[in-house]
C-alpha cells in the first residue's frame, strides 16, 4: 500500500519527531545505562564479600561495560547524525526485516537519525538496545524499564483501589442492570481505559506521585471534565457493536504495563463478568523491552502476582495499612482474573512463561510482528496467521499512541481524513477500536475546523496527552 503522503520524519524541527531524536531518546539511553551501572556497581560489592559467586559476577560486570559502551557510542552516533547501523544477528527475531529497510533507506538517502522515517527509527532504536542483551550470557533476560515500569506501577494503588471498589460495587448491582446502565458503565469502562493510556513512561519521564495521582484519577467528575478533550468519540457505533456480540472473543493489542494493564483488565473483567456478550479475551504482549514501558509476557504474570501481594502497594508508597475494605475488594477481583487466566477466559497470545526475545512457533507466529517496524496495514502479508486469528476475534482493540501511530503508518495525513482511510487496506479486516491518548504528530478523523483552532491556540495538543481520541471501525460485512 503506497499512502499518498510520507511519513513523519525529524527533517521537520517543528515536529515531536525533532524533539524525540534531539531529546527524549538520548535521556532514555542514558536512564539504560544507569540502570545497568547500578547492577554492575551492586555486583562489584558483593564481590568483595567472602564465598561470593566470583566468576559468574566477574563475568556479569565485564558484559555490562561492554552494553555501556555500546549504549554510550548509540548516543554519541545519533546526535551526530549518523547512519543507522544493521542490527546484529543475534539469533531473535526480526532483524532481517529491519535490516532489508535499513538497506533500502540507505538507497533513498534517508537512513540517518535526523532524516528516517520516525516510526521506523524509533522501532529500530527498541530492537537494538534488545541486541545489546540479546547477544550476552548474563543480560539476556533484562529488562532495563522493569523497575521503573514496576515502581510506577506501585505508586498507582489509591486509583487502583478506587477502581477495585467500584467494580465491587458493581457485583452487588449485578442482578439490577438493565441495557441503560450497562450502556453508561460500557462508557466508563471506555474512558476508563482510554485514560489509562495517559501513564506512558517513554513519554512522561518525570512523575511525581502526584502527577500519577492526577493522570489517574478515576471519579465520575474527572470523566466528565475529560470528555471535552475526546476529539473523535465513536463510542455508540461501538456500544451497538457490542450488542451485537453473543459470546464473542475481544483482543487486547496491549500498549503499556502497569496502570494501563490495569484497566485493560478491568474492562476485559466488566465485558466477560456483567455482560452476556464477551466470553473470551486474548492479550496480546511484546517480545521484547518496547517503547519503555510496553506490557512484556513477564510482566502480565507480574501484574497479577503483584496485584495479590498485600505489600505490593505499601512497600512503595508507605506504611503498610493492613488489610481495608478496597484491599479486599481488589484482592477478589484479581483472584477472579487469575481463575480466568487459569481456565482460559483471559489468554495471552503466547506462552505466558516466555522470556524476552523467546522463540517458538506460537511465539514465531503471533507475537513477533508487534516488535517489528512495520505499519498495520502490512499484518495480511507479513503475518498471516495473525491475521487469520485476528479475523476471528469480535473486537481487536488497539491500545495507546504507538499502535495508533502503526495503525495509521505515522504518515502525514491531513487531521480530516477519515480513520478508515488512513489505515489503508486493514480496514474491514476485522472490527478495530483504537483508544489513544494523544502523543504524535499523527491524528486523523478529526474536524478539520476543530483541528485550526487548536492548532491556532498554540496548545500543543497533538502531543501533549491532555487529547484523545476513540476511534472504531466495523468489519466489512462478507
Ligand atoms: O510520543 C512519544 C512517544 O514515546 C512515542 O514515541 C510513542 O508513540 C508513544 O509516546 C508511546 O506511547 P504509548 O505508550 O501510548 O504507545
Ligand atoms: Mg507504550
New binding site residues.
Partial sequence: FEPPHPPYDPTDKTG?SYE?VVK?WPVIITGVIDQIHNVCHKLSLELQRPNAEKETAEAKVAEGKVIIEKLSKLKYQMGRDHPLEPIPADGEGQVETYNLELQRLGEAGKNTWFTAPWLYA?CYLYRLLRSFCAATTHWNNYDPFLSQKVSTFAQSGTSILKIATSMHELESEKDALNSEKLGILFSEMVQMCLWG?AT?L??LTHLSPDDIAHLQSVGKEAQAARQQFILKDDQSQLWEHIQSLKSGRIDFVL??AGFELFTDLVFADFLVSFTPYVSEVQFHPKLIPW?V??VTPADFSQTLSSLLDPSFFSRFAGPNEGSTPSSEHLKHMVTRWKNYVDEGVFKLSVPLATPLGGSGSEVDLFGSFWTSPWPYWNLKDYAPELFSALQESSLVVFK????Y?KLTGDIQWPVWTPFATAIGPLAGSFPILSL??N??DIVVGVDREIAEKLDESGEKWR?NGRYALISFLEASPL
Fill in positions: 515531536f524525540t527524549r524509533e493510556n506512558d517513554s513519554l500498549d503499556n517503547f514501558s510496553d495507546g499512541d504507538l499502535n501511530r489513544r491518548t502523543k504524535a502531543v
